[in-house]
C-alpha cells in the first residue's frame, strides 16, 4: 500500500540525462547515432568545411557575427566553422533542405546534442519557425527575426533570425538571441503581484477588521483590545513570512538554468541543519534522530540553497509529522559513483496518496487548517522543488497513511576525481 | 520549398513525410499551450484561434495519409522505410487527436470563464497542463533525434499525470460540494482534465510508434491501466 510519488521538477530528468553526460564539453562533435537518418559520412564539421571551401564570404561575415568574432585575426585566416563555433549564442547552419550541418557549442548546450543531418524543422517545430526557415530558403538573402519561445523544460525566449551566408554557398545561419532573462523579470514580477495580493488578502482584511472594532466598539474594553492586538500581530507575521517566502521563490525562478557549482559535504550540512532545528523540535516535542557516516559524503551545490532545502524538510517534519515523536535523518552512497541520498523521515500521521503528487505545487496544502496553525505559507515545498531542480537533483516522496512520511532527496553523484579534490 | 514538384527520390518523399509531422506536431503542441493559456487568461479570442487552428491537422493528418498511401503504392518498402511511413500515419493520428483536445478545451473557456473564476480552480490545471506539454515535447524530441534511450522516462511521466489527474478530479469535487454555483465551471474542468490526461496517452502512443519506427519491436506492455478516480486508495505502488 505504499504510494511513490517521484516528483520530477518539470524536464529535470531530460536535463540530467544531458548534463550528467558530456554536453557541452567537447562539443561540436555532435553524437551520431547509427539512424535511418545518417546518410553520407563524416562529422557534421567535416561535411561543412568540404561543403564550404573556398567560398566564404569574408564581408558578410562581419554583419552576421557578433562583435566576439571580429578581432586583429584576418578573418581569411580562420576557417569559417571555427567562427561559427566562437560564436557566444545559439547558432544552426542549415542547407536549401533544412538539414543541419552544423550546431555550435551554444546550441547544442541551449537546445541538447543533434545527430547529424536532422532536419531543423523537426528540432524547431513550431509553425512560425516552420515559416521562417521557409522564409529564408525561398528569399535566399533578405533576413528576417521572430519571437521564439520554449515552455519546457524551463521558459525561455529567444529572438531568432534566419539568413543566407549568401553568394552561391545555397547555406542559412539560424541565429538564436536569449532575451529569456528579460522575460523572466517580467513575468517574475507578475506572478508576485499576482500571488501576493491573492494571498496577503486574507491576513490584511482580518487585521482591518480588528482595527475597525478597536476604534468602534473594542475602544474601552481592555481584555479584547490585547487579545484583538494578539491576533493581528499574528496576521501581520504570517504576511511578511509569506512575503519572504514568495521573495525566496522569485528570486530562485529567476535562475532556474544556473547549476551551483560549488562541492559541499551533506554530512557536515545536515549535522549544522538537525542543530539549528533542536529549539523547534523541542517545541514541538519531537527527537532528531541522525543517521548518517562520520566520512564525508560530497555532492556538487550551494551551501546557503541546501540548508534552506533541509530546513524546509525538517520543519515540515516537526509541524506535520510531529505526532510521531521522532524524526529520522539519514543520509547515504552505495558506492563513489553511485546517487547520494538524503532522507527526512518522520512518524506522524502521513500524507493522502492524493496529495503525494501535488504537495509541491505553489499554495497547495493537504489541510488548510493545519496548515494554517502551523504559520505554514505554503511554498516551503515548492522551493525545495526549485533548489532541487537547479541542482539536477530531484525530490521523492513516501508517505503510508498512519506510519509518517519520507522525504528522500536523490543528488546525482559528483564525477570522478572530484571527490577527492580538497574543497 | 518542397513541394511534390520538387521530390525526386524516395528518400525526399521520407523527409517530407517526416517534416510535415514536425509541421503538426508543432501545431499540436502549441495548441494545447495556447488553449490552457486562454483558459486560465480567459482570453476568448485566443481560445477562438485555437478553434480554428485545428483545420490544419485535420487537413495535414489526411494529406499524411494519402501521400503515404501513395508511397507504398509506388515505392514497394519494405523494413525501416515502411515502419517510417505506417509510423508517419500512426503519429499523424495521434496528433490530429491532440489537436481535438486542445480544441475541445478552447471551446470550454468561454463557459469556464463566463463569471470570474477563482485562481485556485485553474493551479492544479496548469501543473498537469505543463506535465502534459513536457511530455508531448520530450515524445516529438525523440521523434526528431531517434534517441529512444529517453523513451523510458515519457513512460514514467504518464503515471504521474494520471496520479496528477487522479488527485485533481477529487479537489474539483470538494469545490462542488462546498459551493453549487462551482459546479458549472468545475465540471467543464474536469473535462479539461480529462482531456490533458489523454494528451499524456497520445504522447505515450506516439513513443511506443518511435520506439517501432526505429527498432522495429513493440515496448513490452508493462502499464496496467486502472481508473483509480473512485478509488481512495490505491494498490501497492511501484518502489
Redesign the interface.
Known amino acids: 500500500?505504499?504510494?511513490?510519488?517521484?516528483?520530477?521538477p518539470?524536464?529535470a530528468?531530460?536535463h540530467m540525462?544531458t548534463n550528467n553526460g558530456k554536453s557541452g564539453s567537447k562539443a561540436p562533435e555532435v553524437l551520431q547515432?547509427s539512424?535511418?537518418?545518417q546518410?553520407g559520412g563524416g562529422s557534421l564539421r567535416e561535411r561543412l568545411q568540404n561543403r564550404l571551401a573556398g567560398f566564404f564570404p569574408p564581408d558578410r561575415q562581419e554583419d552576421d557575427l557578433p562583435v566576439a568574432t571580429k578581432g586583429p585575426v584576418s578573418i581569411d585566416t580562420l576557417p569559417a566553422v571555427s567562427l561559427a563555433a566562437a560564436v557566444p549564442d545559439p547558432l544552426y547552419i542549415f542547407d536549401r533542405?533544412?538539414e543541419i550541418l552544423f550546431a555550435n557549442e551554444a546550441a547544442n548546450r541551449a537546445f541538447?546534442p543533434?545527430?547529424s543531418g536532422?532536419?531543423l524543422?523537426?528540432?524547431?517545430?513550431?509553425?512560425e519557425?516552420?515559416e521562417l526557415i521557409?522564409d529564408a530558403?525561398?528569399s535566399d538573402g533578405s533576413s528576417r527575426a521572430i519571437n521564439y519561445s520554449e515552455?519546457?523544460?524551463v521558459e525561455r525566449a529567444y529572438r531568432v533570425s534566419a539568413s543566407s551566408i549568401g553568394d552561391g554557398t545555397e547555406l542559412f545561419v539560424l541565429l538564436f538571441k536569449d532575451q529569456s532573462e528579460a522575460r523572466r523579470i517580467d513575468r517574475m514580477r507578475a506572478d508576485f503581484i499576482?500571488n501576493a495580493s491573492?494571498e496577503l488578502r486574507t491576513p490584511l482584511a482580518s487585521v482591518s477588521g480588528f482595527i475597525e472594532t478597536l476604534r468602534g466598539p473594542a475602544r474601552d474594553d481592555p481584555v479584547a483590545r490585547e487579545n484583538f492586538l494578539q491576533i493581528m500581530h499574528n496576521q501581520t507575521q504570517r504576511m511578511a513570512r509569506l512575503i519572504d517566502d514568495l521573495l525566496s521563490l522569485s528570486r530562485l525562478e529567476m535562475k532556474p538554468y544556473l547549476k551551483p557549482s560549488g562541492r559541499v559535504d551533506l554530512v557536515q550540512l545536515l549535522d549544522g541543519v538537525v542543530e539549528s532545528m533542536r529549539h523547534l523540535a523541542g517545541e514541538s516535542g519531537v527527537t532528531i534522530e541522525k543517521a548518517f557516516p562520520s566520512t564525508p559524503i560530497f555532492v556538487a551545490g550551494n551551501h546557503d540553497e541546501l540548508v534552506q532545502v533541509f530546513e524546509n524538510l525538517m520543519e515540515n517534519a516537526c509541524k506535520y509529522g510531529g505526532a510521531g515523536g521522532r524524526i529520522l535523518v539519514s543520509a547515504e552512497q552505495a558506492g563513489p559513483l553511485e546517487e547520494v541520498r538524503a532522507t527526512v523521515r518522520d512518524f506522524g500521521p502521513g500524507i493522502?496518496?492524493?496529495?503525494?503528487?501535488?504537495v509541491t505545487?505553489?499554495?497547495?496544502r493537504v489541510d488548510v487548517e493545519t496548515s494554517r496553525a502551523q504559520k505554514g505559507t505554503g511554498l516551503g515545498l515548492s522551493i525545495v522543488k526549485h533548489i532541487l531542480t537547479r541542482h539536477d537533483a530531484r525530490l521523492s516522496i513516501r508517505s503510508k497513511v498512519g506510519k509518517g512520511a519520507a522525504f528522500t532527496v536523490h543528488f546525482p553523484p559528483l564525477p570522478p576525481g572530484a571527490a577527492s579534490r580538497p574543497a | 520549398m518542397q513541394t511534390h514538384h520538387t521530390m525526386r527520390s524516395f528518400d525526399d518523399e521520407l523527409k517530407y513525410l517526416v517534416d510535415q509531422i514536425a509541421a503538426m506536431g508543432g501545431y499540436a503542441e502549441r495548441m494545447v499551450a495556447e488553449a490552457m493559456e486562454a483558459l486560465i487568461q480567459s482570453d476568448a479570442g485566443l481560445a477562438r484561434k485555437v478553434v480554428a487552428d485545428d483545420v490544419f491537422l485535420d487537413e495535414k493528418e489526411r494529406e499524411i495519409g494519402e501521400r503515404a498511401v501513395i508511397i507504398i503504392g509506388r515505392r514497394q518498402p519494405v523494413a525501416g522505410d515502411l515502419r517510417e511511413i505506417v509510423g508517419a500515419i500512426r503519429i499523424s493520428s495521434d496528433l490530429e487527436r491532440i489537436g481535438d483536445l486542445g480544441k475541445n478545451i478552447a471551446k470550454r473557456v468561454v463557459a469556464v470563464t463566463e463569471s470570474k473564476q477563482p485562481v485556485r480552480l485553474f493551479r492544479g490545471l496548469d501543473a498537469l497542463a505543463g506535465l502534459a506539454l513536457t511530455q508531448l515535447k520530450e515524445v516529438l524530441d525523440v521523434y526528431a533525434s531517434r534517441s529512444i534511450e529517453r523513451i523510458g522516462f515519457v513512460r514514467d511521466r504518464d503515471e504521474e499525470i494520471d496520479a496528477m489527474y487522479t488527485s485533481l478530479f477529487r479537489e474539483l469535487l470538494t469545490y462542488m460540494m462546498e459551493d453549487p454555483r462551482n459546479i458549472t465551471p468545475c465540471t467543464h474542468l474536469l473535462f479539461c482534465a480529462k482531456n490533458i490526461e489523454r494528451i499524456g496517452d497520445h504522447a505515450t502512443n506516439i513513443a511506443e510508434t518511435v520506439h517501432h519506427i526505429v527498432t522495429g519491436m513493440q515496448l513490452p506492455l508493462e502499464r496496467p491501466k486502472e481508473d483509480k478516480s473512485h478509488r481512495i486508495i490505491a494498490g501497492p505502488g511501484a518502489s
Do not use: C, Q
Open positions: 500500500m505504499e504510494f511513490w510519488g517521484a516528483l520530477l518539470d524536464g530528468d531530460w540525462k547515432p539512424g535511418p537518418d546518410r533542405n533544412a541538447g543533434i545527430s536532422t532536419s524543422r523537426l528540432k524547431f517545430r513550431a509553425p519557425m516552420h521557409a530558403i525561398a515552455r519546457v523544460p499576482a491573492h493522502p496518496e492524493e496529495h503525494i503528487p501535488r505545487e505553489r499554495f497547495y
